[in-house]
């Protein structure tokens, strides 16, 4: 009798339980949330790497800068990257501060036998090495860790503030149109590109002859085009196939007709409807033809301007770009 009065105690106890409390594992597991977006968010052109790595031509004077001077382990070495110590020639009484942040950079030469239109000096290429940071200083001398490279630093290399920039949005249409008509905007060269390439495309840093001085500003959007039948690297003109009549047939025994089928039209040297044994060329043909539209070969924004010249970062490509080509401000 005890075990049937429990259990009834049991049941008792169950039947006052509120409804649903065995509902508990029948329940559907949460499920996640998706955020779908409501627009496109544009996105930036240039990383951290493009935006501090690409370099730039300075027509001003390098005034008095810092100077890395010394190594940790100079001994070993004497290319030096990240996290690297370094010593600089400045300290306390340059007024170098513990924290202070400073762009490494190289001058390399002035610019000069490239594509240019503009007439006189155009800068000395600074190449752009990375970053330190100071961490220990002394009265003329300063301890710093290399932060961020985009080269190996070298005894020698200088260091200057680290320039405020800001990478412009990638626009949203996808498409290039390469016949668009002129701008009528100010134009320029396509001078130089980094790491001495001649041939470059998409996301690769350029250099051109417009500057502050020609109202160029960071963000701008400038098109790559060259004159129509340009650009190849080997030319030659006037090369046509089946240069007369007698060639352009399968064979001398049978052809027929006095003239190949593989020449550009016959003359009418007379005007007087009868043609001559001679093609046209097509260089002739090219030498009477109205203004012809350009062709467009790419695009390019701005990311860094000096008082003659600009770099910039290619956009977008329709076909191979390279160095003399020219560009215009959209």
């Not at 860790?145 to 020698?156: E, H, P, R, S």
């Not at 090369?239 to 089928?261: A, I, L, T, V």
Request: aromatic share 6%.
């Amino acid at each position: 009798m005890p075990r049937f009065g429990n259990f009834k105690a049991l049941l008792l106890s169950l039947a006052l339980l509120p409804a649903g409390a065995f509902a508990i594992n029948a329940q559907e597991p949460p499920r996640p949330t998706v955020i779908v977006p409501t627009a496109n968010q544009p996105q930036r052109i240039a990383d951290r790497t493009r935006l501090y790595c690409a370099g730039y031509i300075r027509t001003q004077k390098l005034s008095h800068m810092p100077e890395i001077v010394g190594a940790v382990e100079e001994q070993e070495q004497r290319r030096y990257s990240d996290r690297d110590i370094v010593y600089i020639n400045e300290g306390s009484q340059q007024g170098i501060r513990e924290g202070q942040i400073f762009q490494i950079i190289r001058p390399r030469g002035d610019v000069k036998g490239v594509h240019r239109e503009k007439i006189g000096f155009l800068g000395t290429y600074i190449q752009e090495v990375g970053q330190l940071q100071v961490f220990k200083v002394r009265e003329n001398t300063s301890a710093a860790q290399i932060t961020f490279t985009c080269d190996a630093a070298l005894l020698g290399d200088l260091l200057a503030p680290v320039p405020d920039r800001e990478s412009p949005l990638q626009r949203t249409d996808a498409n290039l149109d390469v016949f668009a008509d002129p701008s009528g905007k100010q134009t320029g060269r396509l001078m130089m590109a980094k790491d001495n390439r001649e041939m470059v495309t998409r996301n690769e840093i350029v250099y051109i002859d417009l500057g502050s001085e020609d109202q160029v500003k960071t963000g701008d959007y400038l098109t790559i085009y060259r004159p129509l039948g340009g650009g190849n690297i080997n030319r030659r003109d006037g090369d046509e196939m089946g240069p007369n009549r007698q060639d352009g047939f399968s064979s001398k025994s049978y052809s027929g007709g006095g003239f190949g089928g593989m020449a550009n039209r016959a003359k009418d040297n007379n005007g007087d409807g009868r043609y001559s044994d001679k093609p046209i060329t097509s260089r002739e043909v090219k030498q009477h033809r109205p203004l012809m539209p350009r062709k467009i070969v790419g695009e390019m924004v701005i990311i860094d301007v000096q008082t003659r010249t600009a770099t910039a970062i290619i956009t977008r490509v329709a076909g191979e770009v390279h160095t003399g080509d020219w560009v215009e401000i959209q």
